[in-house]
């Protein structure tokens, strides 16, 4: 397929309008009174918030793009078998947002033949908006962002996050953690993996991991961290896949180093 006729780099200016316009949203009902609902799995929730985020962001990306599909982490799927797809995570970190925590987002992606060509992450309360189009470097508002210098896991401050059922395990999550922490590496642990890649392609993160993640969670910030001149793999070194779950995203000076303290537990 060849490129849509409408520019990204001017469609870029109307998907970051949009994702403003879903963060006031946000922040106007940040601290207020809302519904909260438990999904599948021990706090995994959603509130009226995610809702009616996403519902306005279908409607503004639809309006940008009436051919593109739509993958939203609350609604699912429409048009999946179109070239491109809008993916959208309407409140990365849904948990800090319901405890008044004021560390959340809105992520919007888009991809193209598999390919992501556009990612837009908004953080409404700090009116951070890091964006990014394919070849064209990732910024932070209109400052050009790249990632950090640090040559060693050793000297590296860390992020991560863990999955729902972190109760089960799974991929040995909990001793791969326990192994870094005891080397006395800082790790973080945010609440939002769209910000964990935000802020590690803006040097703040030296490197991200983590085991169980939907493609809301990564399409953009995955672009973010690329363009930053960073390097994004799976568990092992593997080629990063969008519908795959697990990600190491770094700086790429210590991204071989991390991949392989992961790798020293079994998984």
């Known amino acids: 397929m060849t490129q849509p006729t409408l520019s990204l780099d001017s469609l870029v200016r109307d998907v970051i309008a949009a994702s403003h316009e879903a963060g006031a949203l946000l922040a106007g009902g940040f601290g207020t009174a809302f519904s909260i609902q438990s999904k599948t799995g021990r706090h995994n929730l959603v509130t009226e918030y995610d809702l009616r985020c996403e519902a306005l962001l279908r409607d503004r990306l639809g309006a940008l793009l009436p051919e593109a599909g ?14 491109m797809q809008w993916i959208v995570d309407p409140l990365d970190g849904t948990v800090n947002f319901a405890h008044g925590i004021p560390i959340f987002c809105v992520s919007i992606a888009l991809v193209i033949d598999g390919s992501i060509a556009l990612g837009v992450i908004h953080h409404p309360l700090l009116r951070e908006t890091f964006w990014s189009v394919r070849s064209k470097g990732a910024w932070l508002n209109d400052q050009r962002l790249g990632v950090s210098a640090a040559a060693s896991v050793h000297d590296a401050l860390l992020v991560t996050g863990f999955p729902y059922n972190v109760q089960d395990n799974p991929d040995h999550c909990i001793e791969q953690f326990s192994l870094i922490v005891r080397q006395g590496i800082p790790v973080r642990r945010l609440g939002s993996a769209a910000l964990d890649l935000a802020y590690l392609a803006a040097g703040r993160f030296d490197g991200f991991w983590e085991v169980r993640l939907h493609p809301w969670d990564m399409a953009a910030g995955v672009l973010l961290v690329e363009e930053a001149g960073g390097r994004v793999t799976h568990y092992g070194g593997a080629p990063f896949r969008l519908h795959h779950a697990s990600i190491v995203a770094t700086n790429g000076h210590i991204h071989d180093e991390l991949v392989s303290w992961l790798g020293q537990v079994d998984a």
Do not use: D, K, R, V
């Open 70 to 83: 739509f993958l939203g982490e609350e609604g699912g799927g429409t048009n999946t078998e179109a070239p």
